[in-house]
């Protein structure tokens, strides 16, 4: 037989300063992940960069690679082709650059139809931009609306792609509202006002 006890007032007392300084140390991580800076190549090319959030990526139940979101000001999600960005990817195991490349370009293509010449070019491109990642290497893109993609390999600058036209598909394979990762896009855009 099981007898229920009423709380005492000292136990309700202990269990919600108990849920407080829980609820106070949410409310610090979160301070903290705010105040996070960028890293050097992204306060290197956008000073003012602030973070709107965080995902991972997981295919099949595995960990892919963590990935980060950084502004400038006046970022707005409806227009996040129009603004200085940075997403910096955090692998979380060994990957093939080529397989990275074609994986990208099969994405870019949902954004609508592509050239042929245009698919080749881009597919060049990130052939040269993306090596293959071990577990521990954070592959880092700077996007300049209406000029260059530059990419940087833990922090080094590796390639920049100077088709104005490619960032935005790029970038969208995230941020765009055609993005097979939905759930990715509101991770990542999750400090931006609606």
Avoid: C
């Avoid at 269990?15 to 800076?37: C, D, P």
């Avoid at 074609?102 to 139809?113: A, T």
């Avoid at 036209?165 to 931006?192: D, K, N, Q």
Wanted: charged share 20%; no cysteine; hydrophobic share 45%.
């Amino acid at each position: 037989m099981h007898h229920y006890s009423r709380p005492t007032r000292r136990r309700m007392l202990r269990n919600t300063l108990q849920l407080g300084i829980g609820m106070a140390a949410l409310v610090g991580l979160g301070r903290a992940y705010a105040q996070t800076s960028a890293p050097a190549e992204v306060l290197a090319q956008l000073p003012q960069a602030r973070p709107t959030g965080k995902a991972r990526m997981r295919f099949l139940g595995l960990s892919i690679y963590d990935a980060a979101l950084w502004v400038a000001p006046g970022f707005a999600a409806s227009a996040y082709a129009t603004h200085p960005m940075a997403l910096e990817l955090r692998y979380l195991r060994n990957l093939n650059g080529k397989s990275i490349a074609e994986r990208s370009l099969q994405e870019m293509r949902r954004s609508g139809p592509l050239q042929e010449a245009t698919e080749q070019r881009w597919l060049r491109a990130m052939l040269e931009a993306f090596p293959d990642v071990k577990n521990g290497d954070r592959l880092t893109g700077v996007h300049k609306p209406g000029a260059e993609t530059h990419f940087f390999l833990n922090g080094t600058l590796r390639a920049t792609i100077g088709d104005p036209t490619f960032g935005p598909v790029f970038f969208g394979i995230w941020l765009a509202p055609w993005t097979s990762e939905p759930r990715l896009r509101a991770e990542l855009m999750a400090a931006l006002t609606p």
